[in-house]
């Protein structure tokens, strides 16, 4: 598929989703926001895929936000349709998502930049990154998800204390807040996100998207986590991966997982 606002190339078992719209910053307008809905569906669904990687065009911004110039005149009703349409089709679309999605933050992650940072299941950052929700400088607040998962991340004193002063941490403190998992060089931030990447794609695909789901339920309303964990571990017994897995360990062999 064409996109014009995104790029999208499988290569050895790895998808990366690249937002290309550098002249502004990567900022998330309503295209942007359907072609990635489309790419990640279809990296999801391709059976040659075992890990997604996101990252920003660039070397300033993973995302500088929402597109300000798209909502800057909507109303009551407006405004909370675009924070519900955007969470059912990008972030909490990602976050569900059974293929792990690595965000690699190769600069600004600002406002929806960094909500869709934090729905992809794991984050990395390059040194010059810099991470902030400043939507209550503009009068609004975070409507991506960013009040929830922020606090979820990095604890609730810290998380308000973000939001309310709009500012933006470097990426130390937010490696040190929890909030990303690794800090390298501009230049080896794709290489480590790939690296991370391999080692995931040794293991059971059909396994990791059945602990994704365990491990989002604890953080779902009405959800008991636990009782989805022994759903979903009473499930893998029932997969060729857990076949392949036990038979291959018991054999001393390298398993090799038939897939998706
Ligand atoms: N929405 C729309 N356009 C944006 C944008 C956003 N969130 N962030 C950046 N851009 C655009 C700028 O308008 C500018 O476009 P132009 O060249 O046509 O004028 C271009 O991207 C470059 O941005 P600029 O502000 O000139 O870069 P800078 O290096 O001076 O500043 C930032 C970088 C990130 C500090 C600044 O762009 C900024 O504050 N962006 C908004 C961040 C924000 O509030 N995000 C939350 C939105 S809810």
Known sequence: MN????????????????????????????ATIEELHEAFKAADKD????????????DKAFVAGADISEFADFNVNEGGKLAAQGQAILFDFVENLKTPVI???????LGGGLELAMACHFRIASSNAKMGLPEVSLGVIPGYGGTQRLPQLVGKGRAMEMVMTAGMIDANQAL????????????????????IASKI?????????????????????????????IKQFGKCFGTEDFVEGTTAFLEKRKAEFPGK
Request: charged letters at 20%; glycine letters at 8%; a positive charge.
């Open 3 to 30: 996109y014009e606002n995104i790029l999208s190339k499988t290569t050895n078992g790895i998808t990366s989703i690249t937002i290309n719209r550098p002249k502004k910053l990567n900022a998330l307008n309503k």
């Open 201 to 229: 794609m040794r293991n059971s695909s059909v396994a990791i998207g059945k602990a994704i789901k365990a491990i989002n339920a604890n953080y779902t309303d009405g959800k008991d986590g636990y009782k989805v964990e």
């Open 47 to 58: 059976k040659n895929t075992k890990v997604i990687i996101i990252t920003g065009s660039g």
């Open 176 to 195: 040190s807040y929890g909030l990303v998992n690794h800090v390298v060089e501009p230049d080896q931030l794709v290489p480590l996100a790939e690296k």
């Open 103 to 109: 965000a690699a933050v190769n600069g600004f992650a």
